[in-house]
């Protein structure tokens, strides 16, 4: 099973760009559906993602029809009609690909494809002051609740050895460290 986040018609580079970052930390797919809002080649896009780009898995499609074409599993709608929170998802239980879908940040899923799937439809949680979450965070969100039902030898619970390892924090010396981590003990 195979975890991916599907933007239909994003427009915000900056949003995309801190989603590739979220979907390489969390080892998903990322897919997009034409129109974009910007070029893949943006400044603003490669510099959301940072350094991560080359550790990222996309797909580009010509539209909605096109992505149904080549890709088979659950379908999950975040979209602000939906009817029931994401945290009721059993992410385990389901035994197919998991494709997390968001819509555009101006008008988000057209509503002809969610009605079709309106048992698959899901609305994070939040007070009536507004109408939705940035779409960035809301994957992430998305990301979070589903790798953390999911088993994944990718994700890490503790800080992985290739940067600082586990055991940094336990094994630090504060007395030997820069002036910074000084400063910030004396408080």
């Not at 379908?75 to 994401?86: E, N």
């Not at 990718?154 to 940067?163: L, Q, T």
Request: charged content about 30%; glycine content about 4%.
């Amino acid at each position: 099973m195979k975890l991916n986040v599907v933007l239909y018609h994003p427009e915000i580079p900056q949003n995309t760009g801190n989603i590739m970052r979220s979907c390489v930390g969390f080892h998903a797919r990322l897919h997009l559906i034409k129109p974009l809002g910007f070029k893949l080649e943006d400044k603003f896009l490669r510099r959301s993602c940072l350094d991560y780009y080359e550790y990222l898995d996309y797909r580009v499609y010509e539209d909605f029809t096109d992505f149904k074409k080549q890709n088979k599993g659950k379908y999950i709608f975040l979209t602000r009609y939906g009817h029931k929170s994401p945290a009721s998802i059993d992410f385990k239980a389901i035994d197919e690909d998991i494709y997390l879908i968001l819509g555009a940040e101006s008008t988000g899923i057209a509503y002809d494809i969610l009605k079709e799937n309106l048992v698959d439809c899901y609305r994070i949680p939040t007070t009536n002051k507004i109408r939705s979450l940035n779409l960035s965070n809301c994957a992430a969100i998305m990301l979070f609740l589903a790798s953390s039902q999911i088993e994944d030898e990718e994700i890490f619970n503790e800080e992985p050895d290739n940067f600082k390892g586990k055991n940094f924090i336990d094994d630090l010396d504060i007395d030997n460290t820069n002036d910074f981590y000084k400063e910030y003990k004396k408080e």
